[in-house]
């Protein structure tokens, strides 16, 4: 089976940049990262639907279809108060409603002073492609909020 783990590791203003790493376990015990990339979310404001990051904690995740993105996403379930939080393709905080942004790469993109994630569609279809031997999986989310 596949997991992600999410790090969140820098705090930014009204953003927060992150690690999206995946593993899958071994048959022998433990597990070995098979994937990683770069994130992006919203800054914590208690969790308030399409403002805040989602708390830090483990969520369920299925990859199932979005009507807004009119495509199939992971989505994390059993968010306190939310729901619709996805991993998605969004290169600047302000493209983010409490979602979660993947790219390769954190750098200046728009020129409004904060870090972008690059590359985010190319980067999701990566994640997609790997995870896509299962659609259903975990996701911890550890960092605080």
Same mark, same amino acid.
């Given at each position: 089976?596949?997991?992600?783990?999410?790090? #969140?590791? @820098?705090?930014?203003?009204? *953003?927060?940049? %992150?690690?999206?790493?995946?593993? +899958?376990?071994?048959?022998?015990?433990?597990?070995?990262?098979?994937?990683?990339?770069?994130?992006?979310?919203?800054?914590?404001?208690?969790?308030?639907?399409?403002?805040?990051?989602?708390?830090?904690?483990?969520?369920?995740?299925?990859?199932?279809?979005?009507? #807004?993105? @009119?495509?199939?996403?992971? *989505?994390?379930? %059993?968010?306190?108060?939310?729901? +619709?939080?996805?991993?998605?393709?969004?290169?600047?905080?302000?493209?983010?409603?409490?979602?979660?942004?993947?790219?390769?790469?954190?750098?200046?993109?728009?020129?409004?002073?904060?870090?972008?994630?690059?590359?985010?569609?190319?980067?999701?279809?990566?994640?997609?492609?790997?995870?896509?031997?299962?659609?259903?999986?975990?996701?911890?989310?550890?960092?605080?909020?």
């Amino acid at each position: 089976m596949k997991k992600m783990v999410l790090y #969140r590791n @820098n705090y930014i203003g009204p *953003e927060i940049l %992150g690690h999206l790493l995946v593993f +899958e376990d071994l048959p022998s015990g433990g597990s070995k990262l098979i994937f990683d990339c770069k994130t992006l979310e919203l800054e914590w404001k208690n969790n308030a639907r399409n403002v805040s990051c989602v708390p830090s904690g483990f969520y369920n995740i299925e990859f199932e279809k979005s009507n #807004r993105f @009119n495509r199939r996403l992971w *989505e994390l379930k %059993g968010v306190p108060g939310r729901s +619709e939080a996805k991993i998605h393709v969004a290169n600047y905080y302000t493209q983010i409603q409490g979602c979660i942004a993947v790219g390769d790469m954190h750098t200046k993109i728009n020129g409004d002073g904060f870090l972008d994630v690059r590359n985010s569609a190319n980067t999701l279809s990566r994640l997609h492609n790997i995870m896509s031997s299962q659609s259903k999986s975990t996701i911890r989310i550890v960092g605080k909020t």
